[in-house]
């Protein structure tokens, strides 16, 4: 069979998109979307038997299970073969490998390594204190997220842990673009936005001591010690802890004024 050019896409990020040749390959039904899923978050390496078993039927496979596996796998590769026009073996593109399958996208666009990288040269660029363009390549970043990491595929174990770790990924990403507005000066800009996470993370001390920032540089230093009583009110009540150190130190920069939470 002639080997003919063929471009794969990958999105992971929001709804489950994976398309050869522009043609959509994903199953309706929800095993084999998870068995696509998690080959597709692991394009290129392989993805072993026993890895796959567990995403599908947890602790309690069927008898059946490896045969069943076996079929959705030949479900995939004839979804394969239709969007190359059956013009190449699928077998090259899902091969099976001694102890699992590897989905081989060649060089497939693929959202989660596209925000992993733009990710990592935004933090980079943190670092480097290089903050108008940190902002603008973690806000790239963040712009190929099209919801919550696959939204719209039934998770077992395997991919429920994958999920969690895309969207503390995600967070923390956010976090470090906020970082760079607030170098920036643009906290009027952002205050919105960080009420809202504060408030759908009322946890997270990172979110809240931006937040607090924000709103002391704007001049509502009330406000900014509310939203410190909010955050530690909520730390003792649901785990009953005080706020950190870094906290507590930012609450009594905010008390007394110190010129050091001003804007540079």
């Known amino acids: 069979m002639s080997i003919v050019p063929w471009e794969m896409r990958i999105e992971l990020l929001g709804p489950l ?13 929800a095993k084999p979307r998870q068995v696509i899923a998690l080959l597709g978050l692991n394009s290129g390496r392989v993805v072993t038997v026993a890895t796959l078993m567990e995403e599908l039927w947890g602790d309690e496979p069927p008898p059946s299970a490896r045969t069943t596996l076996q079929t959705y796998v030949l479900d995939c590769r004839r979804r394969i073969a239709d969007a190359m026009g ?22 497939a666009r693929n959202d989660v390594r596209d925000f992993e990288s733009l ?3 935004g933090r980079a660029a943190v670092e480097r204190e290089e903050h108008r363009l940190a902002a603008d390549l973690l806000g790239r970043a963040l712009g190929l997220w099209r919801g919550c990491a696959l939204v719209d595929v039934r998770k077992g174990r395997v991919l429920e842990l994958e999920a969690m770790a895309l969207e503390e990924t995600r967070l923390a990403v956010l976090s470090r673009r906020i970082e760079s507005d607030l170098a920036l000066g643009r906290h009027a ?13 009322p946890l997270n001390e990172a979110l809240s001591a931006q937040l607090i920032m924000a709103l002391y540089r704007t001049g509502n230093t009330a406000r900014a010690l509310q939203a410190f009583r909010q955050l530690r009110s909520t730390l003792v009540d649901e785990l009953g802890i005080e706020p950190s150190a870094q ?16 804007a540079a």
């Not at 998109?17 to 994903?26: A, E, G, T, Y």
């Not at 013009?87 to 060089?107: C, E, F, I, S, T």
């Not at 920069?253 to 010129?259: E, G, H, M």
Request: proline share 6%.
């Open 189 to 201: 800009d952002i205050l919105g936005e960080l009420m809202a996470l504060s408030a759908k993370h």
């Open 119 to 121: 990710a990592r040269a």
């Open 17 to 29: 998109s994976v398309r050869i040749n522009d043609v959509p390959i994903m199953p309706d039904a």
């Open 86 to 107: 059956r013009r190449q073996d699928p077998k090259r593109v899902l091969r099976r490998r001694h102890n699992g399958y590897l989905l081989d996208a060649g060089a």
């Open 247 to 262: 906290l507590q130190r930012l609450q009594q920069a905010v008390l007394t004024r110190d010129p050091s939470l001003d």
